[in-house]
């Protein structure tokens, strides 16, 4: 779950940078990237929001976990 949330964030962002390049290039009119981007950065912010989330918990975890061998030396 962890790892697939990396990836996507990762081609989100990078999905993004694409459509920013390739709209400097073409005529803004001919479409409209403005939506597709933002959403490309929402989907970007939740997958790493939840990424961290995920990270945090196991960290907590592995810290309660050598608390408690310590308190058992």
């Given at each position: 779950?962890?790892?697939a949330l990396k990836i996507i964030?990762?081609?989100s962002i990078l999905?993004?940078?694409v459509s920013l390049i390739s709209s400097?290039?073409?005529d803004p009119n001919t479409l409209n990237t403005t939506d597709t981007r933002s959403l490309f950065v929402v989907i970007y912010l939740f997958t790493s929001l939840s990424y961290y989330k995920i990270e945090n918990n196991e960290k907590?975890?592995?810290i309660k976990d050598?608390?408690?061998r310590l308190g058992e030396e």
């Amino acid at each position: 779950m962890k790892k697939a949330l990396k990836i996507i964030s990762t081609i989100s962002i990078l999905i993004f940078l694409v459509s920013l390049i390739s709209s400097k290039f073409m005529d803004p009119n001919t479409l409209n990237t403005t939506d597709t981007r933002s959403l490309f950065v929402v989907i970007y912010l939740f997958t790493s929001l939840s990424y961290y989330k995920i990270e945090n918990n196991e960290k907590s975890t592995i810290i309660k976990d050598l608390k408690a061998r310590l308190g058992e030396e």
